[in-house]
């Protein structure tokens, strides 16, 4: 299209949650600083399109100053001549994502907010030809099956619920994908290498493996662009890519190096993937000793967790760490022998458990007895039934 273009530079972000507030934090000057980083790496390097892969908002329904953030982030990108392929996570509300779609094609902005049956393709060329990108948002597997009632001849198959890793393989194959040209999948999905990935703390978390979906189904992607997972990573091997959020959410990202994932290619079955890394605002801070010891520290505005180890009952606690730490996020306590107080539950705890092992345990400690199993079965449906509808 136009200028001959020697190797096609992708740039490869997803989970950007405009508006999230952690612990009560609002975290607009965190994006913000984040955001200025990626444009200034757009400037720079120039990529030939900018990929984000779904949770471009944090709520289905942004406020009005998160929409104003996006507007501005989008607009710089489009300012400098990139196109943009973005589709909608989980967080989003799809059919807002839609709003004002094909208006914003004529600005190279291609936005997939539904999924009606099809992913929407666009093509780009190089010198080396076609590259096809499949924007697939969000799909549950009954979005897909609606798409199929149509198509199959069978009510019987219609009638059986199709699993995460099911519904993505009648995806793909709606894609008709030639494998004799380049072809890069833009999706939002739990990818799972032999039913494992890495999971963080800021992620909205399913139940035992539900959504799970194997990664052989994406095989015949030269790549794969995935939103969904918050720390960067590999999916068993590097063309299926996870690039992580931008702005660390979680203690559990603390370590993460946040980037923009570049990836570039070349001839079919030639590419090059690196990371460009982007800078925090705050530090996250995980401090585990004594009362003492956490104010001995420098004041700062590291996002902090701190976890006491103290005997004794210390009165205004927060009052007294928040002379030193600015942005506390959290104090917990932990007896020095490394257990916690009895009858104590701390999210470390509870997240270890499923959502039905959670309650069960509230309300063992709440009504002092055990949950009936007739009990037990009506609450793993309940709570079923609430993801299921609610979904990732
Ligand atoms: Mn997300």
């Known amino acids: ?39 200034a790496y757009v400037r720079e390097e120039q990529p ?28 710089e990108l489009a300012d400098s001549g990139t196109i943009i392929l973005i589709i909608s996570g989980n967080h989003d509300s799809a ?37 096809n990108f499949y924007l697939m948002p969000f799909v549950k597997p009954s979005n897909v099956k609606n798409t199929l009632s149509d198509l199959t001849e069978e009510p019987e198959k219609e009638s059986a619920a199709l699993t995460y890793t099911e519904a993505m393989q009648q995806v793909v194959a709606a894609m008709q994908v030639d494998p004799g040209k380049r072809n890069v999948l833009i999706a939002h999905q739990n990818v799972t290498n032999s039913g494992v990935n890495r999971r963080s703390d800021s992620e ?35 063309e299926i890519r996870y690039c992580g959020t931008p702005v660390i959410y979680s203690m559990s990202e603390a370590d993460d190096q946040k ?6 290619l070349g001839e079919k079955g030639k590419l ?70 009895e009858q104590e539950r701390t999210l470390e705890d509870v997240k270890n458990l499923a959502p039905d092992e959670a309650f069960a345990d509230f309300y063992n400690r709440k009504m002092k007895r055990e949950l009936s199993d007739e009990n037990a079965v009506y609450i ?6 609430y993801y299921e509808q609610r979904q990732g």
């Open 1 to 39: 299209m136009g200028k001959e273009i020697t190797t096609m530079k992708l740039f490869h972000l997803s989970d950007l949650h405009i508006g999230k507030i952690v612990n009560g934090y609002e975290m607009w000057e965190d994006q913000r600083y984040v955001f200025d980083q990626i444009l």
């Open 272 to 341: 090059s993937i690196r990371e460009l890394p982007l800078n925090q605002l705050h530090a996250w801070y995980n401090f585990t000793g004594t009362l003492d010891e956490a104010m001995s520290r420098e004041a700062n505005e590291d996002y902090a967790r701190i976890v006491l180890t103290d005997k004794e009952t210390i009165i205004d606690v927060q009052a007294r760490l928040r002379t030193v730490y600015k942005n506390l996020m959290s104090v917990e306590f932990q007896m020095a022998d490394g257990s916690r107080p």
């Open 95 to 131: 059919e807002r994502l839609d709003f004002a779609s094909s208006i914003m094609k004529k600005q190279n902005i291609y936005m997939k907010g539904t999924y009606g049956g099809e992913a929407m393709k666009v093509t780009l060329q190089d010198k080396w030809g076609d590259v």
């Open 259 to 264: 980037s923009v994932t570049v990836v570039e």
């Open 48 to 75: 030939d399109a900018v990929m984000i892969a779904g949770d471009i908002y944090d709520k289905a329904v942004p406020s009005a100053k998160a929409v104003t953030e996006f507007d501005e982030f989008l607009t």
């Open 380 to 385: 793993r449906q309940l709570i079923r039934d």
């Open 204 to 238: 909205t978390i399913s139940i035992g493996g539900l959504d799970n979906i194997d990664r052989t189904v994406f095989d015949i992607f030269d790549y794969v662009a995935l939103g969904h997972l918050h720390s960067p990573q590999q999916i068993g091997k590097p």
